[in-house]
T-cell receptor
Framework: DSGVTQTPKHLITATGQRVTLRCSPR?????VYWYQQSLDQGLQFLIQ???????AKGNILERFSAQQFPDLHSELNLSSLELGDSALYFC?????????????FGPGTRLTVL | GNSVTQMEGPVTLSEEAFLTINCTYT??????LFWYVQYPGEGLQLLLK?????DKGSNKGFEATYRKETTSFHLEKGSVQVSDSAVYFC?????????????FGGGTRLMVKP
């Protein structure tokens, strides 16, 4: 158990819909990262927050957005869903944003868009 | 930014065989290097890491040495078990800026047969 929790574990929805994925980092971790894992794209970084503020953006679509709240939990919002958005979405956390700090991953949310 | 290339799988071995999974990187400076493992149906777990050149990371019988001369971080295990069957990812921070997102190799699936 990494200490990072994600809900829900599975999500099945239809094209055009909007969903929210939730992540709670390990106690004491200030940085939260979101990654997408799909068969064709592999593991891709989406976005990072540090202590409530956006720190870095990766391959995140404009239809996707995220935020980190004062209690440090984070939410990833996916809207106007397409079939190609079906993937595993992982949240990870680290103590700070330093490159030497390892990231601890949650169990993921499996999103299926029908 | 930094990048990593790892050998494609799947790798199929018999129990107690020797394992090597190759990983080479391209990076500015000497970033930390990581191996993550993903067991079936689970999230990613940090397997081992090395934070500077010539460091050897080790965990659960797995080892990897940070070799700057060959820009490599190959994963090795002397005697694999069926329980080692998983997907292994080599990773490093994408860049040396404030954002610390990880960039991952494509993953190598290991299957160990009894």
């Amino acid at each position: 158990d990494s200490g990072v929790t994600q809900t829900p574990k599975h999500l099945i929805t239809a094209t055009g819909q909007r969903v929210t994925l939730r992540c709670s980092p390990r106690s004491g971790d200030l940085s939260v990262y979101w990654y997408q894992q799909s068969l064709d794209q592999g593991l891709q970084f989406l976005i990072q927050y540090y202590n409530g503020e956006e720190r870095a953006k990766g391959n995140i679509l404009e239809r996707f957005s995220a935020q980190q709240f004062p209690d440090l939990h984070s939410e990833l919002n996916l809207s106007s869903l397409e079939l190609g958005d079906s993937a595993l979405y992982f949240c990870a956390s680290s103590r700070s944003g330093l490159a030497k700090n390892e990231q601890f991953f949650g169990p993921g949310t499996r999103l299926t868009v029908l | 930014g930094n990048s990593v290339t790892q050998m494609e799988g799947p790798v199929t071995l018999s129990e107690e065989a020797f394992l090597t999974i190759n990983c080479t990187y391209t990076a500015t400076g000497y970033p930390s290097l990581f191996w993550y493992v993903q067991y079936p149906g689970e999230g990613l777990q940090l397997l081992l890491k090395a934070t500077k050149a010539d460091d050897k990371g080790s965990n659960k019988g797995f080892e990897a040495t940070y070799r700057k001369e060959t820009t490599s971080f190959h994963l090795e295990k002397g005697s694999v078990q069926v329980s080692d069957s998983a997907v292994y990812f080599c990773a490093l921070p994408r860049g040396n800026n404030a954002g610390n997102m990880l960039t991952f190799g494509g993953g190598t699936r290991l299957m160990v047969k009894p």
